[in-house]
């Protein structure tokens, strides 16, 4: 029997194209742009995460742009969710000409070290542009403001620590519950923050010049890390941390810290296992090992 190959693809052709205009499409538009909108805007420079310090100011400033700038103009601020302990503007206004302009949030004196102050923030519907693909934000937003206080861990590797350096220090905040944030780990020039898992002491880690392998269990580090300084004359190119069920938190008699277990390539060519512990500091001051 012969086969019809055109009539066959020009049957597949019109079916598929009733399905795509079937009526059973959920697609609901969304609101039309006003054509008088001055097309308001949230910088995406807004962060979605902002850390201050204790010793520091409790405000963050978010930035607004609008397209229109030729009238003065007030922009309702919509607050959709407001933590307690922050204060949120009613309100932003343009000067005549101005394109943008800025509004400040403030963490109230009563505030609790660690814990995430969040916000959620709209623009009026009439005064934005959904559609746009060129403005430099968007209609709302979505952040939290942590008030940490900076911490000194005291740290040491097992088996390098003739060429590392016994002991070195290392910047970090509490973030969070069993969220731990070092702005500049080993030296490396990036933030690392490592999550804890309280029931295992199991830890996971985030950078943005690091990628998880579930497949080896293990995460790497793609930069020079630099835990003597800058000035070290050997240093670590690059590293493999491992984990879960090989990295940990612990708290035990030595202190109260994190286990990680590593693989490291050293900038002499060496290359080996090892292990960094990292102290964390008492309320005090930094961190004291033996």
């Known amino acids: 029997m012969k086969f019809n190959i055109t009539k066959y693809l020009t049957i597949v052709a019109v079916g598929v194209a009733l399905t795509a205009c079937s009526n059973d499409d959920d697609f609901t538009p969304g609101p039309a742009t006003s054509p008088d909108s001055p097309e308001v805007y949230f910088s995406d420079a807004t962060k979605a995460q902002y850390l201050l310090s204790t010793g520091e100011a409790h405000t963050v400033e978010i930035t607004l742009g609008r397209v229109a700038t030729e009238e003065e103009l007030t922009v309702p601020i919509i607050a959709n969710y407001v933590a307690d302990g922050l204060t949120v503007p009613s309100e932003a206004t343009f000067a005549a000409g101005e394109a943008t302009t800025s509004i400040t949030i403030n963490v109230t004196d009563d505030y609790k070290v660690s814990a995430p102050y969040a916000f959620e923030l709209a623009l009026p519907e009439d005064m934005v542009n959904y559609y746009s693909a060129t403005l430099p934000g968007t209609a709302s937003i979505s952040s939290k403001i942590i008030i940490v206080k900076p911490l000194v861990c005291s740290c040491y590797f097992y088996y ?113 296992y090892d292990w960094c512990y990292i102290y964390f500091p008492t309320d005090e001051g930094e961190a004291e090992v033996e």
């Open 160 to 272: 390098y620590y003739s060429k590392l350096g016994k002991r070195f220090n290392m910047d970090m905040m509490i973030i969070g519950d069993n969220k731990y944030y070092f702005p500049d780990f080993m030296g490396c020039g990036y933030p690392v923050t490592i999550n804890v898992d309280p029931s295992t002491n199991d830890i996971t880690m985030n950078c943005e010049v690091g990628t998880y392998y579930e497949d080896y269990s293990d995460f790497y580090i793609d930069a020079p890390l630099y835990p003597g300084g800058d000035a070290a004359e050997t240093y670590i190119t690059d590293a493999y941390f491992y984990y879960p069920g090989y990295s940990v938190y612990f708290d035990d008699n030595s202190g109260r810290g994190l286990a990680l277990n590593m693989y490291i390539y050293m900038a002499d060519g060496s290359t080996d």
